[in-house]
């Protein structure tokens, strides 16, 4: 299963039937899980804990050093979970000691051909990211999100879960869950059709449209939107989730 052109370091950990391609390289403090399949000409550095059935294709660079230039050689980590999908070329960073010194991804994610995802963000499980989508330092991403080809996100931006991102969106503030961005840069509406093929049941989605309204429809400030959601948020708790985003945002929201 692993090719005999494959270099692989002797302090790093490969689990139980994985499959690694012709002229990949796996660096030292490298822990692959079981059942992944590497394809060729593929770079792992370390530190790195990558998890179980994760399918990495040909000239991704997975674990590297980052692009900041504060960096100066520390021992920073990237921890991967189960079952992602890495395609052709994508980039992945570790973290810097300017944060925790971590760059983590969940599990269940789809990151497509040339994307990026720079030092110190944060991802979910199941989010997608379409082709030469690009990931600033810091970021976060939570789960079932979904980012359209070349969108790109400003450091220390957050995008929340079930958000859809449109293609080329250039993201500079912050996304609530739910809420779907144009490529024009700017919210339009809720993720319907996304929530419904969850499974979201129609009262829900209602909820969830009715707080957007309070958000961006009905002039609000977000202190003052945050006020207004509290009855609704008490009985739906995926409006409870806008209203603690809203309570966490830095950068303030996408308008």
Same mark, same amino acid.
């Given at each position: 299963?692993?090719?005999?052109?494959a270099?692989?370091?002797?302090?790093?950990?490969?689990? $139980?039937?994985?499959?690694?391609?012709?002229?990949? !390289?796996? &660096?030292?403090?490298?822990?692959? @899980?079981?059942?992944?399949?590497?394809?060729?000409?593929v770079?792992? #550095?370390?530190?790195?804990?990558?998890?179980?059935?994760?399918?990495i294709?040909?000239?991704?660079?997975?674990?590297?050093?980052?692009?900041? #230039?504060?960096?100066? &050689?520390?021992?920073?980590?990237?921890?991967?979970?189960?079952?992602?999908v890495?395609?052709e070329? !994508?980039?992945?960073?570790r973290?810097?000691?300017?944060?925790? @010194? #971590?760059t983590?991804?969940?599990? @269940?994610?789809?990151f497509?051909?040339?994307?990026?995802?720079? =030092?110190d963000?944060?991802?979910?499980?199941?989010?997608?990211?379409? $082709? $030469?989508?690009? +990931?600033?330092? =810091?970021?976060?991403?939570?789960?079932?999100?979904?980012?359209? &080809?070349?969108?790109? +996100? =400003?450091?220390?931006?957050?995008? &929340?879960?079930?958000?859809?991102?449109?293609?080329?969106?250039?993201? +500079?503030?912050?996304?609530p869950?739910?809420?779907?961005?144009?490529?024009?840069? #700017?919210?339009?509406? *809720?993720?319907?059709e996304?929530?419904?093929?969850?499974?979201?049941?129609p009262?829900?989605?209602?909820? *969830?449209?009715?707080?957007y309204r309070?958000?961006?429809?009905?002039? $609000?400030?977000?202190?003052?939107?945050?006020?207004?959601?509290?009855? +609704?948020?008490g009985?739906?708790?995926?409006?409870?989730?806008?209203?603690d985003?809203?309570?966490?945002?830095?950068?303030?929201?996408?308008?």
């Amino acid at each position: 299963m692993i090719h005999p052109t494959a270099v692989i370091d002797p302090a790093a950990s490969v689990g $139980n039937n994985v499959s690694i391609g012709a002229f990949t !390289v796996i &660096g030292p403090d490298v822990v692959i @899980g079981d059942d992944c399949v590497i394809h060729s000409h593929v770079v792992i #550095k370390g530190p790195s804990r990558i998890g179980k059935g994760n399918h990495i294709f040909q000239f991704a660079s997975i674990g590297e050093d980052c692009q900041d #230039k504060k960096y100066a &050689g520390e021992p920073t980590e990237l921890i991967v979970g189960d079952n992602n999908v890495f395609r052709e070329c !994508v980039t992945v960073h570790r973290g810097t000691i300017q944060d925790e @010194g #971590k760059t983590i991804i969940g599990s @269940g994610n789809l990151f497509m051909a040339y994307a990026h995802v720079a =030092h110190d963000v944060r991802i979910g499980d199941q989010c997608i990211f379409a $082709n $030469n989508c690009t +990931l600033a330092g =810091h970021v976060k991403v939570a789960d079932f999100a979904i980012l359209g &080809g070349m969108a790109a +996100l =400003h450091q220390f931006c957050q995008i &929340g879960a079930h958000a859809f991102v449109g293609g080329g969106a250039i993201i +500079l503030r912050d996304l609530p869950p739910f809420v779907m961005l144009g490529n024009d840069g #700017k919210p339009h509406g *809720i993720n319907s059709e996304g929530l419904k093929r969850r499974g979201f049941g129609p009262e829900t989605v209602r909820a *969830i449209k009715q707080a957007y309204r309070i958000i961006y429809r009905q002039g $609000n400030k977000v202190t003052e939107a945050i006020e207004l959601l509290a009855e +609704l948020a008490g009985e739906h708790a995926e409006v409870q989730l806008m209203v603690d985003f809203l309570l966490t945002s830095e950068r303030g929201l996408i308008r």
